[in-house]
């Protein structure tokens, strides 16, 4: 076994690696850009190299930095985690040459199975099923809208060497096609160094369906069961969970015994994973991954097993722990993806600092991250905060914890997924199970609903916290002065012949709330909008409140920063500004006539001139962030009056991209 091991990768992945090396008595290395100086991998392993800027071309893709820092670290062996270099066969090669032991798949493989295309041309030879489509090396631009044509309308164009979702694009006409083609491409290049295509036909109810394969240097291969990771938001995937609903025991041996066949066909070797997609009681190979999966988790927890330990066994020449008879399926296993983004603006990715972040803990539930409180989620990288598991008896089970669990995640400095995730895993149509890939977009408006006004509720919530920061300013005051006795330490408004009542206003969305407090003991009443709520706090523990509302006690959690506040009652979480009645009121029209960045990117299209009379709609520029593109469109019907940026710019979130006036 190793003494030492170089992690090639970076977040959540490098932390998970570390642990199971630690506890194998392993020592790690890691490697960190400059955007990673402070973060939690590079603090977790035994030592850590610098490998140059944040931009992941510069650092974690760069194979001459990371070959010389493994060299320098005296490490024996490689782990290239997942994404990034993992499933790059020159970096595999790079690292034998280098005297090092690649934690993974032999090159070849790696090249059969790393390139889509390669790998359904592969499986066809061996009689393993596969969804109509084209994956030949032509990839002239007319040629593949002549394949298309050929498949017929929906298809699916997808990225030949890579996966997440990236460089993937849904063609539904003819007319589409060279567009999604030409942003595919784009994409698909920025992310993997690699611009060719497949295209498939696009099944319209399909479930997507994995299986975790494992094989050693001597021969033998298992596969560990499946996994269904259907439920997909702009196909990268946020729920995943083991086995899979309603697949029946017949169904499991064909895919299971296809996926070892397939591994067998490549002369694989360590973690890999063989996609399918079904339909109608058939299913398709799909791709196969030759590496570690995000989702591996769930596996490890119906399994019992430590998938990166195999790992690391199989890759220093120890055959594989257990036989296919001797691997068990116990319980079920639910893993969602907590993600910096906003599920209400198309899942646009979010950056920002984590002020706060509380996380879940309990029989059952495990957490895997990359992150900690006062890190920052940055444009560089993907933004997963992280991923929790959660694990049960059987499916209702898992479920009620995942649900649990995620009620108690409470972060505040960005936008998350997080109720969303609460939404989908409570929907009745997922929990009644199985769904496909397109469940998500069916059940849109029940899982990003429109801002609704906060209840009573909430803002009676928000008014105490408010009150006790106040109470609490006052007595500091005067505890300054010397004299904590002072009647200005009350803040309960006392006057001699009536009671005081204060006004408080806060803005939620777009709308301005305001609230009248009468002070009184044990409890005040709080006018809201004609209403009127008797509120107090009971206890309080830190930010933790104990509220008592209309006589029902409730917890509540609170992190106000500046003059923003978040409020976690239940599983609902409620986001306040606190208006100052002094304060200037801002002109309504300030941001009349611009059109600005939604987040920090570079701009990679612009579609329209200076002076262009534009429609509704219309896409004008494309903004890539996090490692995905994102259109800017007209608001309305308007003409472009300047282009304040060009072709390879970066910008930051809210920077004035294109002056418009709309059309009168």
Known sequence: MFDKIFIANRGEIACRVIRTARRMGIKTVAVYSEADAGALHVSFADEAYPIGPAPARESYLSIPKLIAAARQSGAEAVHPGYGFLSENADFAEAVA???????????????????????????????????????????????????????????????SAGGGGKGMRIVETPADFAAALASARRESES???????????????????????????????????????????????????????????????AMGEAAVAAARAVGYVGAGTVEFIAQDGDFHFMEMNTRLQVEHPVTEMITGQDLVEWQLRVAAGEPLPLRQEDLRITGHAIEARLYAEDPGRGFLPATGTLHRLDTPEGPGIRVETGVRQGDAVTVHYDPMIAKLVAHGEDRPAALRRLRAALACYRIAGLSTNRDFLLRLVGNPSFVGGPADTGFIERHRAELTPPPEPASDRMLAAACLALLRDEARRALARCGMTGDPHSPWAQREGWRLNGRSRQAICLRD??????????????????????????????????????????????????????????????????????????????????????????????????LI???????????????????????????????????????????EEGAELIGFRAKD
């Open 191 to 253: 992310a993997f160094g690699d611009d060719r295509m497949l295209i498939e036909r696009y099944l319209t109810r399909p479930r997507h369906i994995e299986i975790q394969v494992f094989a050693d240097t001597l021969g033998k291969v298992v596969h560990l069961f499946e996994r269904d990771c259907s439920i997909q938001r702009r196909h990268q995937k946020v729920i995943e969970e083991a086995p899979a609903p309603g697949l029946d025991p017949d169904r499991r041996r």
């Open 609 to 651: 001139k200076s002076g262009a009379a534009v429609k509704r709609g219309q896409p004008l520029l494309i903004l890539e962030a996090m490692k995905m593109e994102h259109a800017l469109v007209a608001p309305a019907d308007g003409v472009i009056e300047a282009l304040r940026y060009k072709v390879g710019d970066l910008v």
């Open 509 to 606: 969305g777009e709308a301005e709330r305001t609230m009248t407090v009468q002070y009184g003991r044990p409890a005040h009443r709080l006018g809201i909008e004609g209403r009127e709520v008797l509120a107090r706090i009971v206890a309080e523990k830190g930010d933790i409140l104990f509220l008592e509302l209309d006589g029902v006690r409730q917890e509540m959690a609170v992190c106000r920063l500046g003059p923003e506040m978040t409020l976690w009652l239940g599983e609902t979480t409620c986001q306040f500004g606190v208006v100052d009645p002094l304060a200037p009121k801002a002109s309504a029209a300030a941001s009349d006539g611009k059109l600005v960045a939604p987040m920090p990117g570079r701009i990679v299209q612009v």
């Open 97 to 159: 040459a280098a005297g090092l032991t690649f934690i993974g798949p032999p090159p070849a493989a790696i090249r059969a199975m790393g390139s889509k295309a390669a790998a359904k041309a592969l499986m066809e030879k061996a009689g393993v099923p596969l969804v109509p489509g084209y994956h030949g090396d032509d990839q002239d631009d007319a040629l593949l809208a002549g394949e298309a044509d050929r498949i017929g309308y929906p298809v699916l164009l997808k990225a």
